[in-house]
């Protein structure tokens, strides 16, 4: 009986997923009711062109070309994506991955603070809750995390828009960096930037409701645990049992629920780039679907997808080390 | 509850105490009132003596140990006193200790070891960094330090160097609890607290670590406390003894003194209740009724409720502590301590009953030929390897390794073995929970995994080889779903299999079992979850679940083993009624030889012993027990605890050259047993011994080549150091 190691089995698994990601989108292209390709075509003739010019132009911005066999064109297509070549957007007339990449950025940005700070948020409230289980604290701010953990983060957002950009002006309510300041490395501009991604970060600061109550739960099962009645006889400094004893432990369960956020985050950030206007990769996503770009539209979703398996694999790949027990299937019971 | 004391103050040895407990108190403030979980203990623990308690689970023994250091843990409230007398220096009154004084004192002075060595550690850093931050929190020389660590280890018998670059998953539960013995003596403390220090491990391993535990006590001048449920286990180590039941102290006394002249109905009841070799079956019998609620403790005497002694004088007067025999250091509280050895014998009239018995076992009827067969049964399981090695080959553990073995109907069969000997994927193969990897497993001559996969010949479907296989788990707590009420749950297999039976039938049906199982007023049972059971009614209603599927075989995984000592040979008596009733084999599971014989001997069953995969003897529990052939049976023969009531522990070296079994992915070449066989010589290392018979007695087979006296073994040189 031959087994695979897991690791091997779960780099599969993410494989499956791009090319299965890969291949649907092809399928939308061609599939897409209305024919996203004979709308294409016929929307350049009518603009004068030739038939032959406009399937030449439409070969060019999907990476598909109408005219060949269903296989050849499908080869060719996941050939040219896994090359990175994603098409070219209709809308905008430049290539699909350059648009993306000049996205990606702000998106990440943004992203990776409101992840940095939710968590760090989330973690540190959820230990004050455990430490004083029962007591007003732990009643007030499980309230809180009960409350957050409901609101939809664009509700928030609107909210946060309201109040802290039209009533107060705290906040500039849209863009996402300031205008007439020359771009670089420079404190007004470095600012300006932190200053326009602080209200997309506050609105997904939610995530911090859900991930308090999960480390309040964990906490209070380490508190319970029998290693840490043991390293209090041993007379451990209370530094050390609260760091290396209770938080640790804690905190491990919490990295899978972090990276899992992170994909539903990038799902998130397609809305709330619109409320707020903020010109990252969900904001370009929601003008592909308004213009009907298909290219970019699938592009994006490739993008979104590759990143998201990406993420959930490294954190699967590194989870042994951040926690020696999980070292593949344990073969204790045998 | 009137003002009981157990004070035993006025005995002649008492010369140095090293640590004074008086009238030591702890309560519970609980909703249903005050709850005293340690009631007005007073006793002294006199230095360099190893003192064992004993008591049933809920007796109070775990917390008089976190008494000792103090570390009730909240709400409790501990009163009275308890000083400490180090060697040299003034006595420390420890409930008067600021917290920094208690600090040191605790695993300085006093260092405690618990049962629960599985959850000990901090899972997530290495051992050495538990030693470093012990020796660094209590401003030892860190260097010194792990150089005594590394001599506490290999003392231990293990490789220092190994041990502490582990995380604590990756040692065997043996080694983790002998690890943290090891911790707990790394600041040199005076005092060991031990608390059910083996309960979670198997006899042989128990055995290893408390004869262990009398070197380390001689070579770093320790004073022992022993806190078990297991008489028998504490009776070879313990200098003295005391008995603990409803909180308070019944009995104290020297051990020798308490094993033969036991005066306390209770200690007399525990010591006939405990499964062990020499004693007849028929003499070993349970203690009923169950053990007091600490909120509701009966006044008086608080066994009265449970004793066959007990008259008006045991329900009004707390007995004080009588002294028994002329020494002295004996005590017992209870008014009738006279009388008890003449109501409560230890060795009944037995002679006739008990042959009767043995004959009218009903025994296997072979004739049909056997209902279950095992043909060369391998099982290997493929082990993960680490992040960098990805691309080698797994390991693979040979978890039961070429393996025959036939039962037939009515038979039973126990596996006794260490744990991680394959003995569970052994019995799990053969009720087909488990695919065998080489080998076949029939059923009334039918391979079932070829049943499974091609449908047979129409004659048998695998749904009816899957209802007549059933197993009962160890953790009768988890095997129940705990959001199923006892009646929802059992009629499950009912509805799937009797389908004719309406609701009222099927109620009525399991009303009559579980008042037949002793579970009564079984219409209040039924209304029950899982969780507001005892341990012992849930393994009851684990059997019962199994029955109803009248099975022809159930595989009954140490179905015992997380009971009490003094339930546990109820729950076997229950298992063997309900085999005569339903009509099943039994395989039975164990690590325990002592519950293997009992159960073996009642229904004339055999005893299989189970070793690194393979079965190296099988036989007759008379021939097993008596006249074992195999060095591995006699090593767990050894390692069962004996009651001696003629006195003097029978001890013995260890006759196992290593205390920890070999690692199954690579076991040894040859007899997979000659790297911890006391008689191993070279050829035990090269070839392999096959089963052969290994007496006269039907049925009995060893595997070892001291069974053939014509082998070359016998010219071939010791390969025993010493």
Redesign the interface.
């Known amino acids: 009986m031959v087994t695979i190691g897991w690791r091997t089995r779960r780099l599969a698994q993410a494989a499956f997923t791009v090319w299965a990601v890969i291949t649907i989108s092809f399928v939308l292209i061609r599939l897409m009711p209305g024919n996203a390709m004979g709308a294409m075509m016929v929307s350049f003739e009518q603009q004068g062109m030739s038939p032959a010019r406009a399937r030449e132009l439409v070969e060019l911005r999907l990476s598909v070309d109408p005219n060949k066999p269903i296989p050849v064109a499908y080869v060719e297509y996941i050939a040219s994506t896994l090359r990175g070549d994603l098409g070219t957007s209709m809308a905008q007339g430049e290539p699909v991955a350059e648009l993306l990449a000049a996205a990606l950025p702000w998106t990440l940005f943004v992203l990776s603070w409101s992840i940095f700070i939710s968590f760090f948020i989330g973690i540190s409230v959820g230990a004050l809750m455990a430490y004083w289980e029962g007591g007003k604290l732990d009643v007030g701010l499980t309230s809180w995390a009960i409350l957050m953990g409901s609101i939809p983060f664009y509700v928030l957002a609107i909210l946060l828009l309201i109040f802290a950009s039209y009533r107060w002006g705290l906040f500039p309510s849209g863009g996402r960096q300031p205008t007439g300041v020359p771009q670089g490395f420079n404190v007004t501009y470095v600012r300006g930037i932190l200053y326009h991604a602080a209200l997309p970060v506050f609105s997904m600061l939610v995530a911090s409701g859900v991930a308090s109550l999960g480390m309040r739960g964990n906490s209070i099962r380490v508190l319970g645990a029998d290693y840490l009645r043991v390293a209090r006889l041993r007379g451990l400094s209370d530094y050390t049992i609260s760091t290396q004893y209770v938080a640790r432990n804690a905190v491990l369960p919490m990295y899978t629920t972090l990276l899992i956020s992170i994909g539903e985050m990038f799902g998130g950030s397609i809305v709330l780039e619109y409320v707020f206007n903020y010109r990252g990769l969900g904001l370009l996503l929601f003008e592909a679907y308004n213009q009907r770009d298909y290219a970019l539209m699938m592009g994006g979703f490739v993008l979104i997808t590759v990143a998201v398996v990406t993420t959930l694999f490294i954190a699967d790949m590194t989870y042994s080390w951040v926690d020696p027990r999980a070292g593949g299937q344990d073969s204790e019971s045998y | 509850m009137t003002t009981s004391q157990s004070t035993y103050l006025d005995d002649p040895t008492a010369n140095d105490p090293v640590m004074e407990i008086r009238n030591a108190t702890v309560r519970f403030g609980m909703e249903r009132g005050e709850s005293r979980v340690l009631d007005d203990v007073s006793i002294d623990l006199e230095r360099n003596e190893i003192f064992g308690v004993v008591g049933e689970s809920g007796s109070g023994k775990s917390m008089l140990a976190s008494a000792l ?1 103090d ?1 009730v ?1 909240e709400p409790g409230v501990l009163d009275g006193s308890i000083t400490y007398r180090p060697q040299s220096g003034e006595p420390v009154d420890v409930l008067e200790l600021n917290k920094n004084e208690l ?2 004192f ?3 002075e006093v ?2 070891v ?1 049962q ?1 060595a599985m ?7 290495k051992i050495d960094t538990h030693f470093i ?2 020796l660094t ?2 401003d030892y020389d860190v260097d010194e330090g792990m150089e005594r660590a590394r001599q506490l280890i290999s003392d231990l018998y293990m490789d220092p160097e190994r041990v502490l670059d582990s ?1 604590p ?1 990756e040692l065997s539960g043996g080694m983790k609890q002998r690890t943290l013995i090891a ?1 707990s003596l790394i600041l040199e403390p005076d005092v060991l607290v031990m608390d059910e220090p083996t309960a979670a491990l198997d006899l042989l391993m128990q055995r290893s670590i408390v004869s262990l535990i009398e070197e380390i006590k001689e070579e770093y001048d320790l004073t022992i406390l022993f806190i078990t449920h297991d008489l028998p286990l504490v009776a070879d180590l313990a200098d003295r003894i005391a008995v603990m039941y409803a909180f308070e102290f019944i009995e104290l006394g020297p051990t020798a003194e308490i094993l033969q002249h036991a005066s306390h109905p209770y200690t007399r009841l525990l010591l006939k209740s405990t499964p062990n070799l020499a004693s007849p079956i028929e003499a070993m019998r349970p203690i009923e009724g169950s053990a007091p609620d600490p909120v509701n403790v009966p006044s008086g005497c608080s066994f009265h409720l449970r004793c066959p002694l007990a008259d008006e004088q045991c329900v009004d007067v707390d007995p004080r502590a009588y002294p028994v025999g002329d020494g002295g250091d004996h005590v017992a509280n209870c008014h009738y301590w006279e009388d008890a050895p003449e109501t409560i014998p230890m060795t009944e009239e037995w002679d006739v009953e008990g042959i009767d018995a043995i004959d009218s076992a009903p025994g296997p009827s072979r004739a049909d030929g056997p209902l279950v067969s095992l043909e060369d049964v391998e099982v ?8 960098l090695d ?1 691309f080698s080959d ?1 390991d693979t ?1 040979q ?1 039961v390794d070429g393996i025959s073995l036939d039962i037939y109907e009515n038979d039973v069969v126990v596996l006794v073995g260490e744990s ?1 000997c ?1 003995k ?2 052994f019995g799990k193969t053969a009720v087909g929970l488990q695919e065998p ?1 080489a080998g076949s497993v029939k059923y009334k001559g039918q391979d079932i995994w070829d049943l499974k996969r091609t449908g047979g010949d129409g004659s048998m479907s695998f749904d009816a080889v899957r209802r007549a296989l059933q197993i009962v788990h160890q953790d009768p707590g988890s095997a129940l779903n705990a959001h199923r009420r006892v009646g929802t749950s059992l009629e499950v297999p009912l509805k799937r299999w009797n389908p004719e039976l309406d609701g009222n039938d099927r109620k009525s049906r399991i009303v009559s079992l579980l008042e037949h199982v002793g579970m009564a007023p079984a219409e209040d049972y039924i209304d029950r979850y899982p969780h507001q059971l005892s341990g012992g009614e849930q393994q009851r209603v684990a059997l019962i679940r199994a029955m109803l599927m009248n099975p022809d075989l159930i595989l009954a995984d140490e179905p015992v083993s997380a009971l009490d000592v003094s339930l546990r040979v109820e729950m076997m008596d229950l298992m063997i009624e309900l085999q005569e009733q339903f009509d099943t084999s039994y395989l039975f599971v164990s690590h325990d030889l002592s519950n293997a014989r009992y159960i073996a001997e009642k229904t004339g069953g055999r005893i299989g012993v189970v070793y690194l995969g393979e079965l190296v003897e099988i036989g007759r529990p008379e021939e097993i027990i008596h006249d074992p052939q195999h060095p591995y049976t006699q090593a767990l023969r050894w390692a069962t605890p004996e009651l001696d009531f003629e006195g003097g522990g029978m001890g013995g070296e260890s006759p196992v050259r290593n205390i920890d079994v070999p690692d ?1 992915t690579n076991p040894p070449s040859g007899c997979r047993y000659h790297t911890r066989c006391p008689e191993a010589r070279e050829v035990c290392t090269t070839e392999h011994p096959e089963p052969r018979e290994a007496s006269a007695a039907d049925f009995h087979e060893a595997a070892c080549f001291r069974t053939d006296e014509r082998h070359e073994y016998w010219q071939s040189p010791s390969i025993t150091d010493d």
């Open positions: 250091l570390a843990v600090r040191q605790r695993w300085e260092a405690m618990f629960g959850s000990s550690f901090n899972p997530v850093r931050e012990t929190s209590h995380y998953h911790l290997h399981f493929e082990k993960e390897g680490g992040f990805f797994p553990v978890a991680g394959g569970t994927t990897t199954p």
